[in-house]
């Protein structure tokens, strides 16, 4: 079940994205999306290396093989 919600959550994140393109300009999507992965990317490898975070399934685990 899972799975299924992350899949999902995927779909729509992918599906805004492109909305967006559609609606604002290209270069604040693009800022607005890279900013917000930078800050993603560190804030959560400081909170899951605190140990204050942990990921139940392993998602796209097809990528680490």
């Given at each position: 079940?899972?799975?299924?919600?992350?899949w999902a959550?995927?779909?729509v994140g992918v599906g805004l994205l492109l909305l967006s393109f559609l609606i604002l300009p290209?270069?604040?999507v693009w800022v607005s999306f890279l900013l917000n992965a930078y800050a993603a990317s560190f804030f959560?490898?400081?909170?899951?290396?605190?140990?204050?975070l942990e990921y139940p399934v392993r998602f796209f685990c097809f990528l680490y093989k």
């Open positions: 079940m899972e799975q299924w919600i992350l959550l995927v779909a290209a270069r604040d959560g490898s400081i909170v899951a290396g605190a140990g204050l």
